[in-house]
């Protein structure tokens, strides 16, 4: 390969280096002030499960446990406190590619990333405790729940970062809409196969696989592909 064809190779490495530079330098940042308030962010992420099982504290196993448990809900904190700048740097990475048509598109699909992947994560937290209450249900009277807290966080970080992320599956539907890779009509044609991998990919992604959290996932995405065909239609007209 020519030294020519290396360098705008070389120089999309080094830009992509410098995105991820900045977004880990947020995130650490983000992350530093969830950890001052990990206290406040801890009963919210419990309350759930308290609601659900009428517990009010849960266990840690290990002496340092409290402590990395702590370092979690800073991190997580940090990821979703920080969501906007992370977001936006990787699309600002994708936008020198893109035609001046499409550029103008940049704020409004940086602007919707972040709403909808924080609207995934409150949608999520709204629907944790109905899913906390089917799962432990299974249990019966004879099988009493011992969770730690390490456990309930692993599983609920999962759970509110899985919606998030499915959750921006419509901004990447609409801006192949945008740049004339898809029309309205190939969407409401594909509306089956649209159904068939929100379900399996829905499934996949579940950190149960449980029908119910299934559904709580697998429905808002449809009405948002819904959404999306009608954006399609009538915005990118005007």
Do not use: C
């Amino acid at each position: 390969m020519s030294r020519d064809a290396r360098m705008p190779m070389l120089e999309h490495l080094h830009e992509l280096r410098r995105r991820m530079a900045i977004a880990a330098i947020a995130v650490v940042l983000g992350a530093i002030v969830a950890f001052i308030f990990r206290g406040w962010i801890l009963d919210v992420l419990v309350r759930p499960y308290e609601r659900a099982t009428g517990e009010e504290t849960l266990a840690f196993f290990e002496v340092g446990e409290a402590f990395s448990v702590s370092m979690k809900v800073g991190l997580f904190g940090g990821v979703v406190l920080t969501a906007p700048i992370w977001l936006y740097q990787l699309w600002a990475f994708v936008v020198p590619a893109l035609s001046k048509r499409e550029k103008r598109w940049a704020i409004p699909i940086v602007v919707s990333l972040a709403i909808l992947f924080i609207g995934g994560v409150l949608f999520a937290y709204w629907t944790m405790e109905r899913a906390y209450d089917w799962l432990i249900g299974f249990g019966g009277d004879r099988l009493t729940p011992v969770i730690g807290v390490n456990q309930y966080l692993t599983f609920t970080f999962r759970y509110l970062l899985v919606f998030g992320i499915a959750f921006l599956f419509p901004v990447f539907v609409f801006a192949a809409g945008a740049s004339g890779v898809v029309g309205s009509r190939q969407l409401k044609r594909g509306r089956r196969w649209a159904v068939l991998i929100i379900v399996v990919v829905a499934a996949v992604l579940t950190p149960t696989g449980d029908p119910g959290t299934l559904m709580l996932l697998s429905v808002p995405l449809y009405l948002l592909y819904e959404v999306t065909i009608w954006l399609v239609r009538f915005l990118l007209k005007k």
